[in-house]
Structure formats: C-alpha cells, structure tokens
C-alpha cells in the first residue's frame, strides 16, 4: 500500500521545480498584463487628449480687410440669403451645421486694424479653421495689408501650437479686375517673402525672450506657403454678383468646411 502511494506521488525535487516553473509563468503573465496596460494606458490618453481638444476647438474664423466680403459669405452659409452690410465693429456668432453631421461656431471678424487683434486673441485659442477673404479686384493695390495681416495670423505663437487648417478664399471673382487665385498665390507669396525679410531684421534688434511670434517659413528659401505647417488652400469664390443666372458660388467654401 505504501509502496503504491510513493509510486502516484512525485518526488520532492520534481514539485518543487513545477511549483516553480508555475510560479515563473504567473510572474510573466502578470508583467505581461501590466506592459500591455502601461502601453494602451500610454496610447490612450493622448488621443483622448488630442481629441477632446479638437472637439475644444470648434470655431471657424472669417478674417481678411474691411470690404472683402466676410459677412456676406457669413450670411449666405448660415442664412442663405444676401444680406445689405455696413462695415462691421463687432464679431457675428452663428452656428454651421454640417450635412454630415457636427457643427462649427462661424465667427465673422472685423477687418478693422484696431479691433481684429482683440478678437483674434479671444478667439485663437479655440480656432478650428480660418477662411481669409480676400477681394480679388482690389488685391493688387491692398497687397502689403493683406500680408501684414495674413503674417499676423501665420506667425502666432497660439495659432502655430493648434495648426488650424486655412482656406484663402479669393473672393469677388465676378469684379472686372479679379486676380485668379493662382495669380494671388504669387503676389501674396512674393510680398510674404519681403514681409520676412522686414520683420526678421526687426526682430533681431528686439529682445528675443518678449516675442509671442515666429520667423515665417524656412530660412534661405523664398517663402512657400507649402513650407508651413498649416494646410492652406486658395480657392475662388463669389458671394453676390449682379448676374441673375448665377448671383453667387460658393461651393468652394461648403467643400472645404466639409472636410474640416
Ligand atoms: N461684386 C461683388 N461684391 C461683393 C462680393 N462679396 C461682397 N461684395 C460686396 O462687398 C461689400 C463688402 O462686403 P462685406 O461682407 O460687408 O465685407 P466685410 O467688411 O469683409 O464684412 C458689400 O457691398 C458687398 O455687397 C462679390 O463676390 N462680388
Ligand atoms: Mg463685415
């Protein structure tokens, strides 16, 4: 009887290396379990932080000069009606609902010097987008503000951290002198290109440590607006025209909304 039980049983030795080899095992399942939960934890989170950002920043700028056509454009995408405009001095809120659903907060800014600074600091941290518009009839004269407020917009500090996507509307297309947007690619690229020529050499003469702006594009290369970090698009549009066949376009702007 005795001899039976010896036989079933295993040798001391022999447990104890299974207990072992048991005990082995559980150890690297559970670090196993424990990486696994460090690295969905550690890829987790910062998408769930991106995208509650995002969803944060749900404002689409409309910026550009005084007269360029921003609410108008504003009232035809939310309304779709024209509306008669007196030159604004205060921003128009409405909100955009997208055929595929979502929604983004239009934020019509004025075009004024003195006023568009203010609300471009109110509004930068939750930009999701911006549609500059820009009257391609007068764009050659208007050419050095346009850019002046477009360097603005490129070399803030807020603006860069968050790269809202930029949609250069050239608007004003029905105008007898309007300017393709290829055309204004140029003449803004050109006059962008000057622009950081002034405003690097006044920066260097500045105290380096207050500057809430950066120098625009790569240095030693003429400036590109593919070299930015935004995804700018130019398109061409026209908010009212006096043609009763066809008395606005703006498809351009719908698409590209769509798409943010
Ligand atoms: N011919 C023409 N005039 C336009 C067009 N879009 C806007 N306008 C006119 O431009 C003027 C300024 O428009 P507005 O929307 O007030 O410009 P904002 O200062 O940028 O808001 C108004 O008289 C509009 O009727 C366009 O596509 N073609
Ligand atoms: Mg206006």
């Known amino acids: ?3 039976i039980k010896n036989k079933n049983e295993k040798p001391l030795a022999e447990s104890l290396l299974e ?17 696994s939960v460090i690295v969905i934890l550690f890829t987790l989170v910062p998408v769930y932080l991106f995208l509650s950002k995002r969803k944060s920043r749900r404002d689409v700028l409309f910026l550009g000069l005084c007269d360029a056509g921003k609410t108008v ?10 509306v008669q405009t007196h030159t604004s001095v205060k921003e128009n809120l409405g909100e955009y609902i997208k055929p595929s659903g979502g929604s983004f907060r239009i934020v019509d800014i004025p075009g004024h010097e003195r006023l568009r600074t203010k609300y471009l600091d109110q509004f930068k941290s939750t930009t999701r987008g911006i549609v500059f518009v820009i009257d391609s009839g007068t764009i050659q004269k208007d050419v050095r503000d346009v850019a002046e407020y477009l ?10 951290s968050s790269c809202p996507n930029i949609l250069i509307l050239c608007n004003k ?35 380096s440590s207050q500057n809430t702006t950066q120098v625009l594009g790569k240095d030693g290369k003429e400036f590109e607006f593919s070299a930015l970090p935004y995804k ?29």
């Not at 207990?19 to 990486?35: G, S, T």
């Not at 454009?73 to 024209?82: A, E, G, M, Q």
């Not at 290109?193 to 920066?203: A, D, H, V």
């Not at 130019?234 to 719908?254: G, N, R, S, V, W």
């Open 73 to 82: 454009l504003f009232s035809r995408l939310l309304y779709d009606k024209f």
């Open 173 to 207: 297309q029905d105008s007898i002198t309007a300017k393709g947007s290829k055309v204004i690619t140029q003449i803004l690229q050109k006059e962008l290109n000057t622009l950081r020529i002034t405003k690097s050499s006044q920066l260097e003469s500045t105290d």
């Open 19 to 35: 207990k072992d080899f048991f005990h082995v095992l559980n150890n690297e399942l559970w670090a196993q379990i424990l990486v």
């Open 232 to 260: 700018v698009t130019f398109a061409e549009c026209t908010a009212t025209c006096k043609d009763e066949d066809k008395p606005y376009d703006i498809e351009p702007l719908y698409n590209w909304l769509q798409k943010l």
């Open 151 to 160: 360097y603005t917009i490129l070399t803030d500090n807020v603006m860069l």
């Open 1 to 3: 009887m005795e001899e």
